[in-house]
């Protein structure tokens, strides 16, 4: 059984920097597709950035430039880099897999993505 758990949230003040992890673990395969995705309070889950078999990334225009995910296959772990963080950028994130060779040329949505971890919270402060 597939699983994955998120780490790395936390509070932090408008221009700070976090880095979320997603370690994998049950059936897993170096091809994968991979995604973070955020859900704030009232609103729905949206796509934040994804990273297909061919590490080639996709991003929301809100986080372009600020953002940066990447992958290590031989850890079967994601990683979200964000920088510059603003306070609309507090919400639960959420990694999300699919295990099969992908090529993404945009964000793919929610459906695509066959698991999904339960989530960590990211808060920024003003």
């Known amino acids: 059984q597939v699983q994955l758990v998120e780490s790395g949230g936390g509070s932090v003040q408008a221009g700070g920097s976090l880095r979320l992890s997603c370690a994998a673990s049950?059936?897993?395969?170096?091809?994968?597709?991979m995604g973070w995705f955020r859900q704030a309070p009232g609103k729905e889950r949206e796509g934040v950035a994804s990273i297909d078999s061919y590490s080639r990334t996709t991003y929301a225009d809100s986080v372009k430039g600020r953002f940066t995910i990447s992958k290590d296959n031989a850890e079967n772990t994601l990683f979200l880099q964000m920088d510059s963080l603003k306070p609309e950028d507090t919400a639960m994130y959420y990694c999300?897999?699919?295990?099969?060779?992908?090529?993404?040329?945009?964000?793919?949505?929610?459906?695509?993505?066959?698991?999904w971890g339960q989530g960590t919270q990211v808060t920024v402060s003003s």
């Open positions: 999300a897999a699919k295990f099969r060779s992908c090529r993404f040329y945009r964000m793919p949505g929610r459906s695509y993505y066959d698991y």
């Open positions: 049950g059936y897993t395969s170096s091809s994968n597709c």
